[in-house]
């Protein structure tokens, strides 16, 4: 399904004037900026360590599925508690990936990241309360859009999955106990 998603959202971007694709450096999003890249042949990918999905510590690889978050913790303090990436942390490590772009922007510019880090990106841009946060769903393989204008990054949209069959929708999230 991931490498349908991939080919799908690649040819949504096929029109757009892209000039640069910065992508996270793991293999899932990285094989992402191949597909995207196989219709804009004159520019490369950049690959960032700061755009990886957050280090989960003794539960990474584990699938959000089978993460068992009791129902009396939030995600950040099990993460946290299983020696994972701090949200705090994370936050400023999204924070950098704006800072980064906002240095470079010169036209249009693609990220292929992960669910959480793009979130981490919007909780940066909107400064929404965590319960707030809660409510913003994203799925594989959906684009969100933002602009950088005159000194401030504003969300155009976000999970946009038109481009994706219904056979092609994996939700991206955590379960809890």
């Known amino acids: 399904m991931g490498i349908s998603q ?4 690649a040819e949504k971007l096929s029109d757009m004037d892209i000039d640069l694709i910065i992508s996270s450096d793991l293999d899932r999003a990285y094989d992402t900026a191949k597909e995207i890249v196989k219709f804009h042949d004159e520019i490369s990918i950049e690959k960032s360590e700061l755009l ?15 993460l068992d978050i009791p129902n009396n913790s939030s995600l950040t303090s099990y993460v946290e508690e299983h020696n994972g ?5 994370f936050l400023n490590r999204a924070r950098e990936v704006l800072d980064s772009i906002e240095r470079k922007i010169e036209g249009e510019i693609v990220l292929v990241s992960h669910c959480g880090t793009i979130k981490a990106i919007l909780k ?54």
């Open 124 to 177: 940066n841009i909107l400064d929404e309360s965590p319960e707030e946060m809660k409510k913003i769903k994203l799925e594989n393989a959906s684009i969100t859009s933002l602009e950088f204008d005159d000194g401030e990054w504003n969300v155009l949209r976000y999970n946009d999955i038109e481009h994706l069959t219904d056979k092609n929708v994996a939700k991206c999230e955590v379960k809890k106990k």
């Open 6 to 9: 991939a080919k799908d959202v």
């Open 85 to 89: 990436e701090t949200g705090e942390h």
């Open 52 to 66: 990886r999905e957050r280090y989960f510590g003794d539960l990474q690889g584990k699938s959000g599925f089978n």
